[in-house]
């Protein structure tokens, strides 16, 4: 996690089944990922199409990516906006 929230390799990780509102290929991004060991955390769009190619993923696949990476960065602007709103209160 950098700045308390979730790395791109945590979101797909713990990533909950959405019954539906995500796309299949999203799901078989995810599930491909999960499976893969060599999986690792990606910083930006480019190093996860790089990903993609070194482990020979389909086209099919770079799409479930390409909305995976999508959802995640809404999740990240969504919880940054929240967290500048809302600041964390420490601990007494």
Do not use: C, Q
Not at 17 to 32: H, M, N, P
């Amino acid at each position: 996690m950098t700045g308390g929230l979730l790395s791109f390799r945590d979101y797909v990780l713990h990533r909950k089944y959405d019954y539906g509102r995500g796309s299949a290929a999203s799901w078989s991004f995810i599930a491909f990922a999960r499976g893969d060991r060599r999986f690792r955390d990606v910083g930006s769009s480019r190093e996860l199409l790089a990903y993609l190619k070194e482990a020979g993923a389909s086209e099919e696949l770079v799409l479930g990516a390409r909305a995976a990476w999508n959802s995640f960065t809404v999740y990240r602007s969504r919880h940054r906006r929240l967290a500048e709103r809302w600041p964390a209160v420490p601990a007494p």
